[in-house]
């Protein structure tokens, strides 16, 4: 992916090994390509699938009486090196860190999405926006009750962002 103008890189240097994180498993999905992919996972009804592995599958107990969960997965295919960048809806450059692009140091994302089924192996689920192939790091439950908060503003959003692609539920 090219650099835009006014963005800024790091020295791919900089990226160290700090964490210990393993994969549980991988998300199915019908996007091929970052261009198939929505912006926002709530833009598609596709169906999509995340695949447990074997040793983890206990881990999904009681994950059935949920009607939501959060999946956080790796952008496997993100840069890692931009700090700040431009978005293609918004007028300037901004930190990495008030973005939500998969382009970033860690490219750890996250989706709420609808749990339509547990089954042995995997879930089937809605509104997710990964590439078919996309490496599983974790499933929460939702709660409402502590998960969302309403009144929460991006004020940049707010001022910058044309009113057709401002992120909607």
Not at 19 to 29: D, K, M, P, R
Not at 109 to 126: A, F
Not at 145 to 169: L, N, R, Y
Request: hydrophobic residues 35%.
């Amino acid at each position: 992916m090219p650099v835009r103008p006014g963005e800024l890189e790091l020295d791919a240097n900089c990226l160290t090994q700090d964490a210990w994180l393993s994969f549980i498993g991988h998300i199915e999905t019908p996007f091929q390509t970052r261009a198939d992919c929505p912006r926002n996972g709530r833009k598609t009804d596709e169906i999509a699938y995340v695949h447990v592995k074997e040793e983890f599958r206990p881990a999904l107990k009681s994950l059935e009486t949920c009607s939501h969960v959060i999946v956080f997965y790796w952008m496997h295919e993100a840069m890692r090196t931009l700090v700040q960048q431009r978005p293609k809806f918004a007028e300037s450059i901004h930190g990495t860190f008030a973005l939500r692009s998969p382009n970033r140091p860690n490219p750890i994302s996250i989706s709420v999405v609808e749990l339509l089924d547990v089954l042995p192996d995997r879930l089937k689920i809605r509104y997710i926006d990964c590439l078919d192939g996309t490496p599983l790091l974790d499933i929460k439950p939702y709660f409402h009750q502590t998960d969302a908060i309403p009144q929460a503003e991006v004020g940049w959003h707010a001022s910058e962002v044309k009113e057709e692609e401002k992120i909607k539920i």
